[in-house]
């Protein structure tokens, strides 16, 4: 088992950064794969990014040049530092974890409960 508690969400205007962080506990060897996803009222969760165990990672288009996605391996703790913020970037962020690589599908297995980004124009 894995738990996953994320933190840093809040309130922004367009332009600003916010940086999440997700601390991972228990089984964290299960964590090979780690990613951060959305999920914006009425819409589908989606993909934001994605980190695996040898730094490589995966960005959505959406996102890209603009988040940027890290780990501190010793503090068992993912990143996502999120620059130049739009109002469409408002939603729950999620960070999950898995064995498997899933890229940036919502298919992981452990999941955190969530912190809402709210960027205002």
């Known amino acids: 088992q894995v738990q996953l508690v994320e933190s840093g969400g809040g309130s922004v205007q367009a332009g600003g950064s916010l940086r999440l962080s997700c601390v991972a506990s228990g089984d964290t060897y299960s964590n090979s794969y780690m990613g951060w996803f959305r999920q914006a009222p009425g819409n589908e969760r989606e993909g934001v990014a994605k980190?695996?165990?040898?730094?490589?990672?995966t960005y959505a288009f959406s996102v890209k040049g603009r988040f940027t996605i890290s780990q501190d391996k010793a503090k068992n703790t993912l990143y996502l530092q999120m620059n130049s913020l739009k109002p469409e970037d408002t939603a729950m962020y999620y960070c999950a974890a898995d064995r498997t690589d899933w890229g940036i599908l919502p298919r992981y297995t452990y999941w955190g409960q969530g912190t809402q980004v709210t960027v205002s124009s």
């Open positions: 980190l695996d165990s040898f730094g490589r990672t």
